[in-house]
């Protein structure tokens, strides 16, 4: 049986060693080999519905790209339902249905009756549709879950940048409901370092004039 293909598709993913060991691979995340090491050619993210929540596992530095970068483009087209469940917590869930379950009824929200603290209870917001709101802006969260390792984590370094290439200076960011952004992942130091970053798009739906001016993504 000729093996010679096979053996050439190992050297290229390999290099010329025996030594198969994916993280030390200096061939498999070199510049020449790299996706993503510059912004101007970034690794390509598409969202379509909202909300979304982007995982992001692996490693920069030594023998690889010190810089990694992400386009994350918003073409939305559906909003779903938002929802981000916390540990323990299940997500709420409304419905029209009026029938009576466990003798529990049927709740009635009406923001017009919900507008005053009660008991240190502050009122509900409700608001899922983006059809709703006049020119949109989407809320953006980026979040650093690094790895349990504090020598690690701290020479690694994870931004968000604006559809300018700008970096942004907060981990929160307001953008048009069609728009894009880009996602920073950095080493600081001449290491191989391993990453947890999570982008959660989605967070809030708002008017231009309901957000934080310095939140908003500069044009």
Same mark, same amino acid.
């Given at each position: ?5 096979? !053996?050439?598709?190992?050297?290229? !993913? ?10 030390? =691979? ?35 530095? =030594? ?18 339902? =938002?929802?981000? $469940? ?26 017009? =009756? ?57 981990? $929160? ?47």
């Amino acid at each position: 049986m000729d093996v010679t293909q096979e !053996i050439l598709r190992n050297v290229e !993913i390999y290099g010329a060693s025996d030594y198969t060991a994916p993280h030390q =691979l200096s061939s498999s995340k070199a510049l020449n080999y790299a996706h993503g090491a510059s912004i101007q050619k970034p690794i390509q993210e598409r969202v379509t519905v909202l909300p979304r929540r982007l995982n992001y596992q692996d490693t920069v530095g =030594l023998f690889g790209t010190e810089n990694v970068f992400v386009k994350v483009d918003l073409k939305i087209i559906d909003t779903g339902n =938002l929802c981000f $469940e916390e540990p323990g917590w299940l997500c709420l869930r409304i419905s029209a249905d009026s029938e009576v379950v466990n003798t529990y009824y049927t709740a009635v929200a009406d923001p017009a =009756l919900d507008l005053e603290t009660v008991n240190t209870y502050e009122p509900a917001q409700i608001n899922n549709n983006l059809a709703q709101i006049p020119n949109p802006y989407v809320g953006v969260s980026l979040a650093n879950l690094k790895t349990g390792n504090k020598y690690i984590d701290a020479w690694f370094d994870v931004r968000l940048y604006t559809k300018a290439r700008e970096e942004h200076p907060y981990d $929160e960011m307001y953008l048009p409901a069609n728009d894009y952004f880009y996602i920073g992942f950095h080493a600081r130091n001449t290491r191989r370092l391993p990453y947890n970053v999570e982008c959660l798009i989605g967070t809030a739906y708002k008017t231009k004039n309901d957000v934080d001016p310095r939140l908003i993504a500069k044009v």
